[in-house]
């Protein structure tokens, strides 16, 4: 099952923005949008953000979710330490009736 | 609060057989979609199977088609994932996740070796 695009990895300062993206096709991304998932090294991942792009309530608002067309996007602004980790999307794939990930974006904070 | 907890995971040889179990709590589990997904060391995640709300459709991953088989019984808020003809390949800490991947269990390890 073919998987989501999602670039290896991303650096930027602290303090910074970034955008961390997540492309796929109009049987997934384009279809239901992407959820967007942290992971930390040894834990297990948490959500960030809900297909619909809205953010759990526990999550900071510096974090943010946009879709458009078949592309997803995950905004992290005022980059903090605790943000470098492991980045997910994954999405419902309805032609494949099957979950489909991204290969993950490890965020580098310098 | 919702809570995923994984059992069964271990050591097993090629060709070998586990059955996994997520027992869950904190909300309706015969609501939801439920959900195996892996992940192999230094690996990303990898979705494995799932299984509708009332049982009646189940959906998988190429690679584990005919060996495994994910199930569910709502009378004890529990989710299963039977494993046959393990491969070393299938060598992962597995998680259970609810609906559309909103909440994750901390894992269990399988390991597939001789």
């Known amino acids: 099952q073919a998987g989501l695009t999602q670039p290896p990895s991303v650096s930027k300062d602290l303090r910074q923005t970034a955008t961390l993206t997540c492309t796929g096709n109009g049987n997934n991304v384009g279809y239901q949008g992407a959820v967007w998932l942290q992971q930390h090294q040894g834990h297990p991942p948490k959500l960030l953000s809900y297909r619909n792009s809205n953010r759990p309530s526990w999550i900071s608002e510096r974090l943010s979710a946009s879709r458009s067309g078949n592309t997803a996007s995950l905004t992290i602004t005022g980059l903090q330490p605790e943000d470098e980790a492991d980045y997910y999307c994954s999405a419902w794939d309805a032609s494949l009736r099957a979950w489909v990930f991204g290969g993950g974006t490890r965020l580098t904070v310098l | 609060e919702v809570q995923l907890v994984e059992s069964g995971g271990g050591l097993v040889q090629p060709g070998g057989s586990l059955r996994l179990s997520c027992a869950a709590s904190g909300f309706t589990f015969s609501s939801y979609w439920m959900s195996w997904v892996r992940q192999a060391p230094g690996k990303g995640l990898e979705w494995v199977a799932t299984?509708?709300?009332?049982?009646?459709?189940?959906f998988y991953v190429d690679s584990v088609k005919g060996r495994f088989t994910i199930s569910r019984d709502d009378a004890k808020n529990s989710l299963y994932l039977q494993m046959n003809s393990l491969r070393v390949e299938d060598t992962s800490m597995y998680y259970c996740?609810?609906?559309?991947?909103?909440?994750w269990g901390q894992g269990t390890l399988v390991a597939v070796s001789s």
């Open positions: 996740a609810r609906d559309t991947m909103t909440d």
């Open positions: 299984i509708k709300e009332d049982g009646s459709e189940t």
